[in-house]
């Protein structure tokens, strides 16, 4: 690994972290993360809108769920609109018409998800463009200066992304170190540290020394924020709690902690036990697209022959504005309206869109919460139990022993 010596934090007024309160039990934690575009709730759920819209969401509708903080993505928007569009408009918030906060991964999970049209080598990432094949060439200076272009509030280095099921060591080895050695170009090629705050992403694979090896490396460099990176990508959920419980254990109290690609609510529930605020995840509107609602007792096939006569509110007691009544200032949408229209019509997507992200917000809300009263141990208990409806049997195994791990056993009653 290459050593570094120390750099006083890059863009510090343009990010601060006020830590609340503190599990007395787990490492949860609850915070407010002080950005340009106002201050944002920690642990937080940001929704992914890649391409600078959240698919089924208008801007307002995005607001009105209490989202301060989403995602665009960079390789995307470099193709489409691309960095000259995003410059003549002046970036990403007014292309979109977002008045709040938003963060860009850098394009390094391209690296995976459209491996084939890639080629990674120092200078950078080589590919082939998805809607016609033309060539791009992503080096970490071209990444941040993108980033740049866009203005998003939270900006992510270039790293080398391996899949963390790949039996290459070698290959994670070296990929873990040249992540290192580009955050140094991202940090020497970034223009607006006032106002764009610069995350770190550790990686690693599943190698808990690489990991620890690669966050003392990372933490040198002092950004104002660090990103976990390389997991959500087929591993166990062992593996995957293992490796972020390995990694905050090593991270400072005052910066904030973001796991990547994490969006299923037992992930986020035991993430936050294990000391991590930020995720992101395409998984609530991908979802809705096929037809799922996400409640506090499961996911529910709203497409299921069952739901086509059953005119309750796609979860009773949501205070979202697909479930409220019409009395309540709501839409008063029933599981048969989005049964009659998810296979057929963009409407119940939409609306599942909505419900979907709501319901992740509102669990962090409710999370936030129980971190700041210190009663999040029984939180976690009554999440559990809703969920699995009071059958410990179906709790999942990796959760468990992962909250055991921090002091809260879910098989023993309290």
Not at 121 to 137: A, I, N, Q, Y
Request: proline residues 6%.
């Amino acid at each position: 690994m290459p050593s570094h010596d120390p750099m006083p934090p890059p863009g510090t007024s343009a990010l601060r972290y006020e830590l609340l309160a503190k599990c007395s039990t787990t490492r949860a934690r609850a915070a407010t993360l002080h950005l340009t575009h106002g201050p944002v709730p920690l642990p937080i759920f940001m929704p992914v809108a890649t391409q600078a819209s959240l698919k089924g969401l208008t801007p307002k509708q995005l607001e009105e769920t209490g989202c301060r903080l989403c995602l665009n993505n960079t390789y995307h928007l470099g193709l489409k609109p691309g960095q000259k569009t995003l410059d003549a408009i002046g970036g990403a918030h007014k292309l979109q018409g977002w008045e709040h906060n938003i963060l860009t991964d850098s394009g390094g999970f391209q690296m995976v998800s459209l491996l084939q049209l890639a080629q990674v080598t120092e200078e950078g990432v080589r590919f082939l463009s998805p809607h016609d094949k033309s060539p791009m060439l992503l080096t970490p200076e071209h990444s941040i200066s993108l980033q740049n272009s866009i203005g998003s509030d939270i900006i992510m280095q270039l790293d080398d992304v391996i899949a963390t099921t790949s039996p290459d060591h070698a290959r994670i080895t070296s990929a873990t170190a040249r992540s290192i050695r580009w955050l140094d170009r991202c940090i020497a090629a970034h223009r607006n540290p006032s106002t764009q705050a610069l995350f770190c992403i550790i990686q690693g694979g599943l190698s808990l020394p690489l990991r620890r090896q690669c966050t003392q490396e990372m933490l040198a460099r002092n950004t104002p924020g660090i990103a976990i990176g390389g997991l959500s990508g087929g591993e166990a959920k062992s593996s995957f709690c293992a490796v972020v419980s390995a990694v905050t254990e090593l991270l400072p109290e005052t910066k904030p902690r973001y796991v990547m690609g994490v969006g299923f609510p037992d992930d986020l529930v035991v993430s936050v036990a294990l000391g991590a605020d930020m995720f992101d995840c395409v998984w609530p509107t991908r979802t809705a697209r096929f037809g799922n609602a996400v409640t506090a007792r499961g996911t529910l096939n709203l497409r299921h022959q069952s739901f086509a006569e059953d005119f309750r509110p796609i979860e009773a007691g949501c205070g979202c504005v697909c479930c409220r009544a019409p009395a309540e200032g709501g839409l008063g949408v029933t599981r048969a309206f989005v049964f009659h229209t998810a296979a057929k019509e963009t409407a119940g997507a939409h609306l599942l869109s909505v419900h979907n992200v709501w319901f992740l917000l509102g669990l962090m809300g409710r999370v936030r919460e129980a971190v700041v009263r210190d009663v999040f141990p029984g939180f976690l208990r009554g999440y559990f139990a809703e969920m699995y409806g009071g059958d410990k049997g179906r709790y999942p195994e990796w959760a468990v022993e992962a909250l055991r791990g921090v002091g809260v056993d879910l098989m023993v009653d309290e």
